[in-house]
């Protein structure tokens, strides 16, 4: 398992159920509402610190395991 990097969400677009998150290193990376932990209705807002492990997904690089801080 990778280690935890934290970020900002640079935008998340809710209908389509998916965005981007400007790591503190590193280029910015995809995130898809299915890596976001929480029960019910996912989403995140522009401008939230985030916590998040990398994995390797079908376009490249993604952000797993997604906790609001």
Same mark, same amino acid.
């Given at each position: 398992?990778?280690?935890?990097?934290?970020?900002? $969400?640079?935008?998340?677009?809710?209908?389509?159920?998916?965005?981007?998150?400007? +790591?503190?290193?590193?280029?910015?990376?995809?995130?898809?509402?299915?890596?976001?932990?929480?029960?019910?209705? +996912?989403? &995140?807002?522009?401008?939230? +610190?985030?916590?998040?492990?990398?994995?390797?997904?079908?376009?490249? &690089?993604?952000?797993?395991?997604? $906790?609001? &801080?």
């Amino acid at each position: 398992m990778s280690e935890k990097e934290q970020g900002t $969400v640079k935008w998340f677009n809710g209908s389509k159920g998916y965005g981007f998150i400007t +790591r503190t290193q590193g280029e910015d990376i995809f995130v898809h509402f299915n890596a976001i932990v929480g029960d019910g209705y +996912r989403n &995140l807002e522009e401008g939230q +610190r985030v916590e998040f492990t990398v994995a390797k997904g079908p376009k490249g &690089l993604q952000a797993e395991n997604v $906790v609001v &801080l």
